[in-house]
T-cell receptor
């Protein structure tokens, strides 16, 4: 998988937006950016993915820079249940996913 | 709709025993994947099933590990003569079409089975 870089941790206040950055400077033109999260003791949960355009679904928004070298996952109104490890990945054209260290997000009341 | 389900959620076994882990993929998904995640470690790919094609078993760590997928739906991962290093969370995922050399398909994960080998 193309290498991604994420901050190791971040805190967020409940009810506020959480903006999670990810750098993927070696991304190729046809590679997607995927975001998953893993809440403690649960399986990874798919959040969102995108190629070039910004994407939004019921969970989050994904903003991808024009040069595609970085992206930001936005949780619009963080809740305590959003506390998790968030993984930004750029899968190669393959099916073997691998996660890095991710960003540990702690939402505080 | 229903997501990927796995059973049991927890399994404690003694070294040398065989275990079977079950995965029910999302209905209609043709691709099924097994991974494992050791404490504090990332995902480790184990095996991939896609339709009627021969499975990709390249990630299985030893011949003690095997998996089958019956009827293109339910899958069972079997670990024979379990060892303490097999202790991990075993995750199953499914996707609609499966990945290829030209495209990646979104994988949806189950809750995992936590295996502890004493």
């Amino acid at each position: 998988d193309a290498k991604t870089t994420q901050p190791p941790s971040m805190d967020c206040a409940e009810g506020r937006a959480a903006n999670l950055p990810c750098n993927h400077s070696t991304i190729s033109g046809n590679e997607y950016v995927y975001w998953y999260r893993q809440i403690h003791s649960q399986g990874p949960q798919y959040i969102i993915h995108g190629l070039k355009n910004n994407e939004t679904n019921e969970m989050a928004s994904l903003i991808i820079t024009e040069d595609r070298k970085s992206s930001t996952l936005i949780l619009p109104h963080a809740t305590l249940r959003d506390t998790a490890v968030y993984y930004c990945i750029v899968p190669t054209n393959d099916y073997k996913l691998s996660f890095g260290a991710g960003t540990t997000v702690t939402v505080r009341a | 709709g229903a997501g990927v389900s796995q059973s049991p959620s927890n399994k404690v076994t003694e070294k040398g025993k065989d275990v079977e882990l079950r995965c029910d993929p999302i209905s209609g998904h043709t691709a099924l994947y097994w991974y494992r995640q050791s404490l504090g470690q990332g995902l480790e790919f184990l095996i991939y099933f896609q339709g009627n094609s021969a499975p990709d078993k390249s990630g299985l760590p030893s011949d003690r590990f095997s998996a089958e997928r019956t009827g293109g739906s339910v899958s069972t991962l079997t670990i024979q003569r379990t060892q303490q290093e097999d202790s991990a969370v075993y995750l199953c995922a499914s996707s609609l079409r499966g990945g290829s050399t030209t495209a990646v398909d979104t994988q949806y994960f189950g809750p995992g089975t936590r295996l502890t080998v004493l």
